[in-house]
């Protein structure tokens, strides 16, 4: 299961869904990509939906995105990679 992790501007928790397979999820992260890049006049909607919980919907305005990423969900590992960057200091 691969997790799409979105920050809004001005809101101080992330909005997530979650999908099955890597290709889905990497085209998602890229249409956002592509949308955030736009100009700041437009106002596109991006509607997502979530493969582990089938009825939930998010809807955001694309100019509102600050950053997305993408991580897996692993149960092997007792629960979830890291999500974003972190230092590993020895």
């Known amino acids: 299961m691969y997790s799409l992790e979105l920050s809004l501007r001005y809101s101080p928790f992330p909005l997530s869904i979650q999908k099955k397979e890597f290709d ?48 897996e969900k692993s149960s092997v590992a007792g629960g979830a990679k890291r999500p974003g960057f972190s230092l590993d200091i020895d």
Request: glycine share 0%; hydrophobic share 40%; with cysteine.
């Open 24 to 71: 889905n999820v990497k085209r998602i992260y890229d249409e956002i990509k592509t949308a955030m890049n736009e100009t700041l006049e437009s106002s596109n909607l991006i509607e997502l939906s979530c493969d582990k919980v089938k009825d939930k919907l998010i809807t955001v305005r694309a100019k509102e995105i600050i950053s997305v990423q993408i991580y």
